[in-house]
């Protein structure tokens, strides 16, 4: 997706760019490729990412293979329109963190003719649309979605399954706790572990009875 020109030169105006999948699809390493072209290019460049993301440096939007940018740690989405001064890209890592105003956010510094380049998660480990994402979409201009390989099929993968019985909707990790599945090996995890969740419940309840 290279969007870097536009057919009429004397109209300012800006647009959104949504990059979207499950875990390890190479979201953030788009984001950040993206992001450095407009930095050679001389553009005025801005990165935010939530706080809430500390998994690989407090500062820096880091992918999976170690590729990082200089960002700015927010923990609202407001703080986005408050910061983005004086800038011709926006770059947003882990969008889905971040409150549903993020979609007004976006839309606002867009219409102040700034191309924002938005990336994250568009389903959650249950495999429901995830926060602010699927609005996100829906008004971005472009969405690109990439996929991960799946681990237990070799197919492509958009779903990203949580190996723990953790239910918390947010819970960073990595490989030890996630891994890319395929649809059919996703259903077949998912089924595999509320049988494991069964027999531990029916064990519990004979161990107390």
């Known amino acids: 997706m290279f969007l870097e020109n536009t057919v009429n030169h004397t109209e300012q105006f800006g647009w959104i760019e949504v990059i979207c999948g499950s875990m390890f699809s190479g979201k953030t390493e788009e984001l950040i490729r993206r992001l450095r072209r407009a930095q050679f290019a001389k553009q005025r460049v801005e990165i935010f990412k939530p706080t809430v993301d500390v998994r690989y440096d407090d500062n820096e939007v880091v992918s999976h293979n170690d590729s990082r940018i200089r960002s700015t740690p927010v923990p609202v989405a407001s703080n986005i329109r408050l910061l983005a001064n004086d800038v011709d890209v926006v770059g947003i890592d882990e969008a889905q963190f971040f409150d549903d105003e993020i979609v007004a956010v976006c839309n606002d510094l867009a219409n102040r003719g700034i191309r924002v380049i938005v990336a994250g998660l568009d389903m959650d480990f249950k495999g429901n649309p995830f926060g602010p994402m699927p609005a996100l979409m829906a008004t971005a201009e472009y969405v690109t979605k990439v996929h991960a390989v799946c681990t237990h099929t070799?197919?492509?993968?958009?779903?990203?399954?949580?190996?723990?019985?953790?239910?918390?909707?947010?819970?960073?990790?990595?490989?030890?706790?996630?891994?890319?599945?395929?649809?059919?090996a996703y259903y077949k995890a998912i089924k595999n572990q509320q049988q494991k969740s069964e027999i531990k419940d029916t064990l519990s309840d004979t161990e107390t009875s």
Do not use: D
């Open 154 to 184: 070799g197919n492509l993968a958009n779903y990203s399954f949580r190996k723990s019985q953790n239910n918390k909707l947010v819970m960073l990790g990595e490989t030890q706790e996630y891994e890319p599945l395929s649809r059919a």
